[in-house]
């Protein structure tokens, strides 16, 4: 501090424990190369919309039709019309009585993340947590007030969980267990024992799942995403969905929560959510309106994750360049839009993912995601999203195994 300045406002101390490196130094760091003229090579998001995707023009046309309805306020947890599409879509999942008033909308799965959590945590409980897993889950619990104790899926399990030895990491203070799937980072699609395995195990112990299946739709090859609702009737699932991903329309920030299975007890903690639904007044009405239209009839993600669309072909080319690298590896990626290779621990003996994001964007100006930033111990992964052009991953591939060439040399 310089003599005579006033010393900087504080910052909570809570947030110390929180990151979010997706869009955290690195990415600044980038802004500023951009700055100076400088092409850089985003492939720390998965935005679709930065890549080109657009969202299907029948979204688009039920939005602006609804714009003159869309002024005021709407009801704290959704509009009508999308809570009721999103039950319908439950019941064509097998949960035929799933109504609309278990369905509680918000702007984005990641508001209602926050929601679920703040509703439910006092301080010092838990909530498992894959790893690596989407960082929101972390910071939501620790900000929350809450301990996240990770479940690590590994590598050479292809990130499956390993459901034995979770049981070992329950305690009396464990609460629930999030589950992502299709999961982010790993592009893992949980086959349905390991689903089932997780819903037994979450009744025996009396926890709430939150299954965050926000990619549901994006499964590559055989692939099949399996719902997590209709495997845990007798404790309290609470599934997220929305408009994001599979429906490339992140920036009108729509989601949904599901809240099924032993309902008789969870009457207090939903009504809990709405309160706090309430406070936050009501989610983006325009978007809502879009949720009916995205559900009902075609989906279009099929054509970019079926054989020769778009995001089929870019997962193909991260495929053979790692294949055709000798510093990396990967576990194809079966769901989601992100691929998570390792670096070969053989060549390179202790590796610094975040030196190397650091240094990928000084020189050859691609920006990823160090893959200790999704809460594993290893440093030798990193997270890529598959939006851009199969020819653009290509290409940037060549120039990650170029810097791997330099360092392995040095
Ligand atoms: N959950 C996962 C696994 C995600 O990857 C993301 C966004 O990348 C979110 C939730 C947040 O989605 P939303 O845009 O609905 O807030």
Same mark, same amino acid.
């Given at each position: 501090?310089?003599?005579?300045?006033?010393?900087?406002?504080?910052?909570?101390?809570?947030?110390?424990?929180?990151?979010?490196? *997706?869009?955290?130094?690195?990415?600044?760091?980038?802004?500023?190369?951009?700055?100076?003229?400088?092409?850089?090579?985003?492939?720390?998001?998965?935005?679709?919309?930065?890549?080109?995707?657009?969202?299907?023009?029948?979204?688009?046309?039920?939005? *602006?039709?609804?714009?003159?309805?869309?002024?005021?306020?709407?009801? =704290?947890?959704?509009?009508?019309?999308?809570?009721?599409?999103?039950?319908?879509?439950?019941?064509?999942?097998?949960?035929?009585?799933? #109504?609309?008033? =278990?369905?509680?909308?918000?702007?984005?799965?990641?508001?209602?993340? +926050?929601?679920?959590?703040?509703?439910?945590?006092?301080?010092? +409980?838990?909530?498992?947590?894959?790893?690596?897993?989407?960082?929101?889950?972390?910071?939501?619990?620790?900000?929350?007030?809450?301990?996240?104790?990770?479940?690590?899926?590994?590598?050479?399990?292809?990130?499956?969980?390993?459901?034995?030895?979770?049981?070992?990491? /329950?305690?009396?203070?464990?609460?629930?267990?999030?589950?992502?799937?299709?999961?982010?980072?790993?592009?893992?699609?949980?086959?349905?024992?390991?689903?089932?395995?997780?819903?037994?195990?979450?009744?025996?112990?009396?926890?709430?799942?939150?299954?965050?299946?926000?990619? +549901?739709?994006?499964?590559?090859?055989?692939?099949?995403?399996?719902?997590?609702?209709?495997?845990?009737?007798?404790?309290?699932?609470?599934?997220?969905?929305?408009?994001?991903?599979?429906?490339?329309?992140?920036?009108?920030?729509?989601?949904?929560?599901?809240?099924?299975?032993?309902?008789?007890?969870?009457?207090?903690?939903?009504?809990?959510?709405?309160?706090?639904?309430?406070?936050?007044?009501?989610?983006?009405? !325009?978007? =809502?309106?879009?949720?009916?239209?995205?559900?009902?009839?075609?989906?279009? /993600?099929?054509?970019?994750?079926?054989?020769?669309?778009?995001?089929?072909?870019?997962?193909?080319?991260?495929?053979?360049?790692?294949?055709?690298?000798?510093?990396?590896?990967?576990?194809?990626?079966?769901?989601?839009?992100?691929?998570?290779?390792?670096?070969?621990?053989?060549?390179?003996?202790?590796?610094?993912?975040?030196?190397?994001?650091?240094?990928?964007?000084?020189?050859?100006? *691609?920006? *990823?995601?160090?893959?200790?930033?999704?809460?594993? !111990?290893? #440093?030798?992964?990193?997270? /890529?999203?598959?939006?851009?052009?199969?020819?653009?991953?290509?290409?940037?591939?060549?120039?990650?195994?170029?810097?791997?060439?330099?360092?392995?040399?040095?």
């Amino acid at each position: 501090m310089i003599a005579g300045m006033k010393p900087s406002f504080q910052t909570a101390g809570r947030l110390e424990a929180v990151r979010y490196e *997706i869009r955290g130094a690195l990415a600044r760091r980038a802004r500023e190369l951009e700055q100076q003229g400088n092409d850089v090579l985003h492939l720390n998001i998965g935005n679709p919309g930065a890549f080109g995707f657009r969202t299907p023009e029948t979204m688009r046309r039920a939005v *602006i039709r609804n714009l003159p309805f869309s002024e005021g306020y709407g009801p =704290q947890a959704g509009i009508f019309p999308a809570r009721e599409a999103v039950a319908m879509q439950f019941q064509a999942r097998g949960l035929t009585d799933t #109504r609309y008033d =278990q369905v509680v909308v918000g702007n984005g799965v990641s508001e209602l993340v +926050d929601l679920t959590l703040r509703s439910l945590l006092e301080p010092e +409980d838990e909530v498992l947590v894959p790893a690596p897993d989407y960082p929101l889950w972390t910071a939501a619990v620790v900000l929350n007030g809450g301990k996240a104790v990770h479940y690590q899926c590994r590598e050479s399990d292809g990130f499956l969980p390993d459901v034995a030895r979770i049981e070992e990491q /329950i305690t009396s203070k464990t609460r629930a267990i999030v589950v992502i799937n299709p999961n982010n980072p790993t592009g893992a699609v949980y086959p349905e024992e390991t689903l089932q395995a997780l819903a037994d195990l979450a009744t025996r112990h009396d926890l709430i799942i939150f299954s965050d299946e926000i990619y +549901d739709s994006i499964c590559y090859e055989d692939a099949r995403f399996v719902p997590m609702a209709p495997l845990a009737p007798e404790t309290l699932c609470v599934s997220f969905g929305g408009l994001s991903k599979v429906y490339r329309a992140c920036g009108w920030r729509v989601g949904w929560a599901v809240f099924t299975g032993a309902l008789e007890r969870a009457e207090d903690y939903m009504l809990a959510v709405e309160k706090l639904a309430a406070l936050r007044l009501s989610a983006n009405v !325009p978007g =809502q309106w879009a949720v009916q239209t995205a559900l009902g009839g075609y989906q279009s /993600i099929a054509d970019l994750v079926g054989r020769d669309g778009r995001l089929f072909e870019s997962r193909q080319a991260v495929i053979e360049a790692c294949e055709r690298s000798r510093f990396l590896e990967l576990v194809k990626p079966m769901g989601a839009m992100y691929a998570f290779p390792s670096v070969r621990t053989e060549v390179f003996g202790d590796f610094d993912d975040h030196r190397f994001a650091a240094e990928l964007l000084e020189h050859k100006h *691609i920006l *990823i995601v160090p893959g200790s930033s999704f809460n594993i !111990p290893e #440093r030798n992964h990193f997270r /890529i999203t598959l939006l851009p052009e199969a020819e653009q991953l290509t290409e940037a591939f060549e120039r990650i195994d170029d810097l791997l060439e330099e360092l392995a040399d040095e």
